[in-house]
């Protein structure tokens, strides 16, 4: 049975195609449409799960949207009435949208599905929001039985759940309601600190290390009204969301001395510390639910997901101090995830389907996304008037390596794409994590955004210790751990005062991956979720010793991560990389300034 | 035949440009009017019986805020937009 899973309209949307419960194929619209975080009907996305999955023009069996839009319209209009008659404004940009469109979801998916091509399913179905993130989180761990927690911004009313997964039934126990969100205080201090609200989020995580938690205290006894079980209420007298189009008040600027900090202005330590601040108070609440969660259902092990799964620095602590012996955390843990559980809940829920933990997980390591042949790229490149240099199956590996360690910065695109917001080395730029300045260099000349900004070192997994405190694999680089103390270094001369300043430190002997507070969100990379990626860093750590490298996801400023070929060779010009490995393929740039000058590669 | 094409093409032109037009003039005042007829007036009522759906009062007072979920309900449930 083939169940197409969709998520739309907030941010994120995707599409998610399982079939008699095993995950066929996903990805998000974004890499289709090429809008970041896109939010449109997931036309691309839908028409590529259902191609992926062998469907025929008969159509999948059955469409089910990931969350109850009358529900959540229900919360619009209570909003509404309670806030009346402030918040017209925001009314009228809402309102036109649910009446031309979010209203009427079986009539678009039967539009969209027959402009595709596809019969039109019998009718649309519906899941809850945080159930489907709850689905998403249980469904394909490895756990028989587990604890649940789930938290984002909002979904139709809930803002966090728990509930316990056990066999083949999800059950969402207890939750949390708009407009007391964990999510939402995390999203309005990004809004404050001059980041854009669902896109800047883990900007701000990557920021509070440079901070002081000074604002905590602020925080603790003015906005929040916190519970030992992790449950608070806001004060909303300090947050814009309900009645205006900003995310904070006048009174949250009076509270944290001044106006919210604009895109483009500098980033002083204020918002340094603001984001360690709400960074630490999150930590905190999240742990507080975790123990409640535990206490609730009993278990020893927990699913997480929500957008605030993506946290990976309270996902460390979660692991680290938290009450559970294991934690399994969806790798698409926002939104777009919706999607995939939504499919999931209706075939285990709904259709009764049987359900078997799979050692490892059953993400097949989130490589769910499109994938094109060495001869159909090899057709792509010499379309595009590039010569590629073809490389032969056994030599790949080495020739990559062999341009990491030359301190070259390269893009891998190989096999399919990943499924959430991480690169995974699949679409990823790679670099030597040893080099001086390599940091600074790729911030600047190929992602061209701030400077404070860390990159992730992707660690072979049988070496992640020499490396890392690191108890456990991190497979989607959903986790932070220190590096190893005996690998810190301690620069010369007075610590800097400024961001700017701390950025330029170097740290440790991988300063390029190596965060300000001594720490890293680690990728481990094992040769049976990834042995293409896993033979790159074997073969990296033989000719220098390492067993990792700097890996970010494949894309310029502002862009979503590269889809096709068509895309990475795009960005692999415009972002100033050395070289591009697609497929059996390497292009390399000739005349790219490098540390190690020319390698005698092929012009693009 | 394609002087035709193009009158009719700015033809078209013309008419989403009005209709936009329209719609950028009466989408607002229609709201407006939603807003003031239906919505004001049920605020109103909302302060005169003490009601907060969106329960604001700060600090709430309550040991937890955690609420009890519905149990899950009959399968048609799928099929319905709203729990």
């Known amino acids: 049975m083939n169940i197409l899973g969709l998520s739309a309209f907030y941010h994120d949307s995707a599409a998610a195609l399982v079939r008699d419960g095993e995950i066929i194929a996903a990805a998000q619209e974004e890499r289709f449409s090429r809008k970041k975080h896109d939010a449109d009907f997931p036309r691309g996305a839908m028409e590529y799960c259902l191609r992926a999955g062998g469907v025929g023009p008969e159509g999948p069996d059955a469409v089910i949207f990931y969350e109850k839009p009358l529900d959540k319209f229900d919360r619009l209009l209570e909003t509404c009435f309670s806030v009346a008659p402030r918040g017209f404004r925001s009314f009228l940009v809402s309102m036109p949208l649910w009446l031309r469109e979010k209203l009427w979801i079986p009539l678009t998916v039967e539009r969209e599905m027959a402009r595709a091509g596809f019969k039109l399913p019998r009718e649309t179905l519906f899941s809850g929001h945080h159930e489907a993130h709850a689905a998403s989180a249980f469904y394909p761990s490895p756990f028989e039985r587990s604890a649940i927690l789930t938290v984002d911004g909002v979904g139709e009313w809930a803002t966090a759940a728990i509930g316990r997964g056990e066999d083949s039934q999800v059950h969402v126990m207890e939750e949390m309601r708009f407009p007391h969100s964990l999510g939402l205080l995390y999203s309005a201090f990004t809004y404050f600190c001059g980041f854009r609200v669902n896109d800047g989020e883990y900007k701000l995580m990557g920021l509070a290390p440079y901070g002081k938690p000074s604002y905590a205290g602020t925080i603790r006894e003015k906005l929040v009204d916190l519970r030992e079980d992790g449950s608070f209420r806001l004060n909303m007298e300090y947050f814009g969301y309900l009645d205006g189009l900003a995310m904070t008040s006048q009174k949250f600027d009076a509270l944290f001395g001044g106006p919210p900090r604009k895109m483009d202005g500098p980033l002083t330590m204020r918002e340094a510390d603001l984001a360690r601040s709400v960074q630490e108070v999150t930590e905190d609440i999240l742990l507080r639910m975790a123990r409640h969660a535990s206490e609730l259902t009993g278990e020893g092990r927990l699913c997480l997901a ?29 939104d777009a995830g919706g999607a995939l559980g939504a499919a999931l809940a209706y075939w285990h829920m709904g259709c009764d389907g049987p359900r078997k933990a799979v050692p490892g997980d059953a993400m097949k390591g989130a490589f769910l996304g499109p994938e094109w042949t060495d001869n159909e790229i090899g057709d792509i490149l010499r379309r595009e008037g590039v010569s590629p240099r073809q490389v032969a199956g056994a030599e790949w590996p080495r020739e990559v390596a062999k341009l990491v360690a030359a301190g070259r910065v390269v893009g891998l695109f190989q096999g399919r794409m990943e499924f959430g917001p991480r690169a995974l080395g699949n679409r990823s730029i790679i670099a030597d994590a040893r080099v001086p300045g390599m940091r600074e260099r790729i911030n600047a000349a190929v992602k061209r955004r701030e400077s404070f900004r860390p990159f992730a070192p992707a660690v072979l997994a049988e070496g992640a210790g020499e490396y890392f405190e690191l108890e456990a694999p991190s497979p989607y680089m959903l ?42 969100r680690i990728q481990t990379v094992s040769r049976e979720q990834n042995p293409d990626f896993h033979a790159v860093l074997a073969a990296f750590k033989e000719m220098t010793g390492c067993g990792l490298v700097l890996n970010t996801s494949f894309n310029a400023k502002d862009e979503p991560i590269v889809c096709s070929p068509v895309d990475a060779l795009r960005c692999f010009r415009e972002a100033g990389l050395d070289d591009l490995a697609i497929g059996p393929y390497i292009v390399s740039r000739v005349t790219a300034p490098s540390p190690a000058g020319n390698i005698g590669g092929v012009s693009s | 035949m394609a002087g035709d094409g193009k009158a009719g093409n700015r033809l078209a032109r013309l008419w989403r440009a009005a209709s936009g037009a329209a719609r950028a003039v009466f989408t607002p005042v229609l709201l407006g009017v939603v807003w003031v007829l239906i919505f004001v007036p049920g605020r109103l009522a909302l302060v005169l019986l003490r009601r907060d759906p969106l329960k604001r009062r700060f600090p709430g007072g309550a040991s937890s805020y955690w609420v009890k979920s519905r149990p899950p309900a009959a399968k048609d449930r799928w099929k319905r937009q709203f729990s």
């Not at chain 1, 005996?486 to 965060?515: N, W």
């Open chain 1, 306 to 334: 929500g957008g605030v799964a993506l946290n990976c620095v309270a996902n460390g602590r979660l692991r680290r101090e938290g009450p559970f012996r294991d934690i399994w955390i969806q790798p698409a843990s926002g």
């Open chain 1, 479 to 520: 986790l932070t751990a220190q590096v190893r103390k005996e690998r810190l270094r301690e620069p010369a001369g007075p610590r800097p005062a400024s961001v700017d300043g701390m950025a330029r430190l170097e740290l440790s002997d991988i300063p390029a991956v190596t965060h300000v507070d001594g720490s890293a």
